[in-house]
């Protein structure tokens, strides 16, 4: 499974950018879809998911009602609109893919990492 990532940059407060990740060979009938950030010197933290049973979504606290995760699951593709930006998002972020086939392990696949900076 190779997953490639887009989007990301420079952006001012308060504007938007939209970031898509493609997962390419992945054959698993479940999986569970995330956006994870990781700040310099802090930890990786988990910004939205979205799942593959139903679509429901979960975001954290603090970027709940700007970030809108969303999927193509005809063509394992999974984006993150991201409005309302504030420096405090600027981060490198991970599109993460978890799957699995009934009575399997799960497996997970990361992406490579993008830069969002939101600055003046």
């Known amino acids: 499974v190779h997953l490639v990532q887009s989007g990301g940059g420079l952006v001012h407060p308060g504007g938007s950018l939209r970031l898509s990740c493609a997962a390419s060979?992945?054959?698993?009938?479940?999986?569970?879809m995330r956006w994870h950030r990781q700040a310099p010197g802090k930890e990786r933290e988990l910004v939205a998911t979205?799942?593959?049973?139903?679509?429901?979504?979960d975001y954290a606290d603090s970027v709940k009602g700007r970030f809108t995760i969303s999927r193509d699951s005809a063509k394992m593709t999974w984006s993150l609109q991201m409005n309302s930006l504030k420096p405090e998002d600027t981060a490198v972020y991970y599109c993460?893919?978890?799957?699995?086939?009934?009575?399997?392990?799960?497996?997970?696949?990361w992406g490579q990492g993008t830069q969002v900076t939101v600055a003046l």
């Open positions: 060979g992945f054959t698993f009938s479940s999986y569970v």
């Open positions: 979205i799942r593959s049973d139903g679509g429901t979504t």
């Open positions: 993460n893919v978890e799957g699995w086939n009934i009575g399997s392990e799960r497996r997970g696949f």
